[in-house]
């Protein structure tokens, strides 16, 4: 199954500022960004996709993302939530064989 990254998106804003929160997005993935606005524990990531999201890693990524910004107060980052959302499906197809 091809996995579909657009099915979740965490970005809000339409227009201009749309383009904008797209290019801190990008700015975030590529480090351009000095420090991620999120970090990503990969051992509990995908201990935590093996035990609850074995299948929908999307839905997994997007799940996962919310909750990682809500602890840490961090809901109106809409950028930094789809940069980490981006950055879960793509690591988790990176580390999982059975997800492409």
Known sequence: MKIDKSR???IRATGLLFEKTLQRVNMILQGIVDAKPYSI?????LKDYDKKGVGDVCEFASSYTFGWHA???KLDDDASKHAMY???VDGIAQRR???K
């Open 71 to 73: 602890k840490h107060g």
């Open 41 to 45: 524990d990969w051992e509990e990531v």
């Open 86 to 88: 981006l950055e879960i």
């Open 8 to 10: 979740f998106n965490f």
């Open 97 to 99: 064989e059975n997800v």
